[in-house]
């Protein structure tokens, strides 16, 4: 009860630092007596607030079907190759089609971010099942491989720019009118949530989950999807953002157990928490510059992430002291 209520009361206060904090002076004075306070406040920091929450709790979201249905704590779309196969769909989709519309961007994106984690899906299931640890190590490797065709076509075709706006996340652009397509993700997090009883059940393996009466496939494939639609619309937007679908669900799970009904908005919570304060973060280390928010959290989610790979469960060290 007191971890919930952390939770809550923080993410509170982050939304509002959010609000408030930035170059522009914006007030609660200010808003009921300047009118460029309130056009700033109006176009650029409620969407941009919302942008981050929204990308915070769908990438959170997302690492945890990861986790549930590949059955590996050490798994996530950036680490998978999944967000640098949605920056390659996007790449070329820019390169063959300039006029193209965002929709059409993102649903090549997607279909992109589908494929890359489908390539490692059947790479994965070659891998030893005991040898947890090699499946983000491989993931990594195989990320880093489509990322270099990428960065190669970019290069030959002067669109570096671009490329490196899609691999490191950065809300300074978001204005009203620019980030809306975000909220799908907020629709793809409620189907999430009401699926989470059959995802819990698919982390079982299909052999359990098959006798107890789920298609094991078409919940895969259906997290899957979610998935890469989150990712997609998440380069598409802001760029990509590492390590909050890995570094998130691990925590919470451990202080709150492995039910993801129960979970999951507590997960989806924290996870924009965790990027409120690292936006934040990116606009007061070189103020009045920003730092884009993907370094912030490719820092902290290092660190983070190091700490879950040499830090044992509670429950371990007890059976460690008892023996």
Same mark, same amino acid.
């Given at each position: ?6 939770? &809550? ?39 941009? #607030? ?79 099942? #005991? ?53 799908? #993700? ?21 052999? &359990? ?31 990509? &953002? ?59 989610? #290092? ?21």
């Amino acid at each position: 009860m007191i971890l919930r209520a952390v939770i &809550i009361i923080s993410f509170l206060l982050l939304v509002l630092s959010s609000l408030f904090i930035g170059v522009s002076e914006v007030s609660i004075h200010t808003l009921f007596t300047d009118e460029a306070a309130r056009e700033v406040f109006f176009a650029s920091r409620i969407p941009r #607030t919302a942008s981050v929450i929204l990308t915070g709790m769908s990438m959170a979201n997302a690492g945890l079907i990861m986790q549930m249905l590949m059955r590996n704590r050490f798994v996530e779309p950036s680490m998978t190759g999944t967000t640098q196969a949605a920056a390659l769909g996007l790449l070329l989709v820019t390169l063959l089609m300039p006029q193209g519309s965002v929709t059409l961007k993102m649903l090549f994106a997607c279909f992109a971010a589908i494929i890359g984690l489908m390539g490692f899906m059947l790479i994965v299931r070659v891998l030893p099942p #005991t040898a947890k640890l090699l499946a983000p190590l491989v993931g990594i490797i195989y990320g880093g491989v489509i990322g270099a065709v990428a960065t190669f076509i970019a290069y030959e075709y002067d669109m570096m720019q671009y490329l490196v706006a899609w691999f490191i996340g950065d809300f300074s652009s978001v204005l009203a009118g620019r980030y809306e397509l975000l909220w799908l #993700t907020a629709a793809l997090c409620i189907l999430a949530f009401l699926y989470a009883n059959q995802f819990t059940i698919a982390g079982l393996g299909k052999d &359990i989950s098959t006798n107890l009466g789920l298609n094991h496939n078409t919940i895969v494939m259906i997290g899957l999807l979610i998935v890469a639609l989150i990712s997609a619309i998440v380069v598409v937007t802001v760029g990509a &953002i590492p390590f909050v679908g890995l570094v998130v669900p691990n925590i919470v799970s451990r202080l709150m157990g492995d039910n993801v009904r129960q979970v999951l908005p507590w997960i989806m919570m924290s996870g924009a928490a965790l990027v409120l304060a690292c936006d934040i973060l990116s606009r007061l280390v070189n103020y009045p510059y920003e730092i884009p928010v993907g370094t912030i959290i490719g820092i902290i989610g #290092t660190i983070l992430f190091l700490y879950l790979l040499y830090e044992r469960p509670r429950r371990s060290r007890v059976r460690s002291a008892d023996a």
